[in-house]
């Protein structure tokens, strides 16, 4: 069993940064592909950045590349997205998540769910 718990969102102007963090408990964090999701008022839930066990393999949305990094400290159980140049339609829930499997987590369907974070980008 994982839990996890995002902390780090807020209120922020379009051009600003937040860092999302995401701490899970349990000792085999390095086996979990882990990634952030985000759901809008009235969208359907989205991936955002997906990373891999190691670190060394990441994935990011077209909407989000180039202003967005996930990373992930294995030692500290945790992984962040560092988001910059942000814009109002990256406002959303932000949600955590965590599988064994990268595929899954890719379709979205990954096992442990993070309770997630608001994130309020205004213009």
Known sequence: QVQLVESGGGLVQA???LRLSCVASGRTFSSYAMGWFRQGTGKERESVAR?????GT???????KGRFTISRNNVKNTVYLQMNSLEPEDTAVYYCAADYSGDKLRRGVGE??????QVTVTS
Not at 58 to 64: F, K, L, P
Request: aromatic share 20%; proline share 0%.
């Open 51 to 55: 990373i891999s066990g190691s670190g």
């Open 15 to 17: 051009g600003g940064s």
């Open 112 to 117: 442990y769910w993070g309770q997630g974070t």
């Open 58 to 64: 990441t994935y990011y949305a077209d909407s989000v």
